[in-house]
């Protein structure tokens, strides 16, 4: 038996404010799911962040709503649990919750036992570290069925782990139920999969299926999982996907025109225009002469940025948009608010409604927090 495990789809993503750039991620989509569909999978697992924002756009609905369709035309099941990207705080219904009640998908994120054929498939939504001990005594009892169960035994979470990601770990594998032949992950973004002593089955994270603005710019691949279960081991094989060319580059002003020489060499073999980051070191920097450069490459990326930094340890300067990178943010929130806790909350919550101008969500969002610390204090 054979699934496919894709995770951080982040539908409806929109980057540069551009069109370009939000069709990128309904490609990856829609390549994932093509796979899956020619490689005749059993059933697909999506779990978590299916969407970028709690509320996303009609597109982003239909895109999933046409998988989801291929998927059953193909007698092809498919099973989702809900990533922080998917839920809002303002109690509304989540919206892939509508592909549940339309049996156009299975919902398998309340901690129940879900059975397909002689698998298997539970897991939890999204848990909030402040929450992560009362899950303890549901991980224990959803351990306990796992261990009965004599069939493929698959766990669906949308959490990180320690091991895989030290900042944006929220429990550790010692804390996940003993008896699973697979761990189905999301949340960290990039591929990472791992068997431990004490798990039946390995710790698998896909990864996002597309550079999300969290991650900046950087050369790397990006795919998801088809999981074979036929036998009494679960395998993983990575599935890479096509996905537009992100090119980070490290150079010096002296160098800057073979640099730009360079990039465009590598621009014209490519489909789709690349995104690219130069970052530019040297202490005589002439703008002029660099922006003259620049110039030449911007018509052939879809988005072009460089940052400016001199030999010493002085601070750098970024010239055009900022990157966000999640694990500097993260260092320097924690360093700033001398709170891990205040940091994941600024870095993993509130700013990922925020750069959706969502400001209704962001205002409750900061009151329940207000709530909790106030709750907190009183005890």
């Known amino acids: 038996m054979l699934f496919s495990h894709i995770s951080d789809t982040h539908l409806g993503l929109v980057q540069y404010n551009s069109e370009e750039r939000q ?220 996905i537009r060319p992100q090119l980070r580059v490290y150079t010096s002003f002296e160098n800057i025109t073979k640099t730009v020489d360079d990039v465009l060499n590598q621009a014209s073999k490519s489909s789709k225009k690349p995104i690219v980051e130069l970052r530019i070191q040297g202490k005589n920097v002439k703008i002029d002469f660099l922006q003259a450069q620049i110039s030449r490459l911007i018509p052939h990326t879809l988005h072009c940025t460089w940052l400016i930094s001199k030999q010493s340890s002085e601070s750098s300067v970024l010239m055009n948009k900022p990157i966000r990178i999640d694990d500097e943010m993260l260092k320097l929130a924690t360093s700033s608010l001398k709170s891990e806790q205040l940091a994941n909350f600024a870095i993993k919550e509130l700013l990922p409604v925020l750069t959706s101008n969502d400001l209704d969500h962001t205002n409750q969002i900061i009151f329940e927090k207000y709530k909790q610390f106030r709750k907190e204090k009183l005890k």
Do not use: C
């Not at 046409?66 to 498919?78: M, V």
């Not at 705080?89 to 998908?105: D, E, M």
């Not at 909030?128 to 796992?146: H, L, N, P, T, V």
């Not at 591929?191 to 299926?209: D, E, M, Q, R, T």
């Open 23 to 242: 069709n990128d991620i309904y490609d990856a989509f829609n390549q994932a799911i093509d796979i899956s569909i020619k490689d005749h999978v059993d059933f697909v697992i999506f779990a978590g962040d299916i969407f970028h924002t709690p509320n996303p756009s009609g597109t982003a609905i239909m895109q999933m709503a046409h998988a989801l369709k291929k998927l059953k035309q193909n007698n092809i099941e498919s099973f989702f649990i809900l990533g922080e990207h998917d839920i809002s705080r303002i109690r509304a219904y989540p919206v892939p919750y509508v592909y549940h009640k339309l049996g156009f998908s299975h919902h398998v994120g309340e901690g129940k036992p879900t059975y397909f054929k002689d698998v298997l498939i539970t897991g939890f939504d999204k848990i909030r570290k402040s929450e992560m001990q009362d899950f303890e005594s549901r991980f224990q009892e959803i351990d306990k069925i796992a261990k009965e169960h004599k069939g493929p035994k698959i766990l669906v979470l949308h959490q990180g782990i320690i091991e895989a990601h030290k900042f944006a770990g929220e429990l550790s594998a010692n804390d996940l139920p003993k008896n699973f032949t697979y761990y189905a992950m999301g949340h960290l973004h990039e591929k990472f999969v791992k068997s431990f002593s004490n798990l039946k089955g390995p710790v698998a994270y896909p990864g996002s299926i597309e550079l999300t603005s969290s991650e900046g710019i950087k050369n790397t691949k990006k795919g998801f999982f088809e999981v074979d279960i036929s036998g009494a081991e679960a395998k993983p094989k990575w599935i890479e996907l096509d």
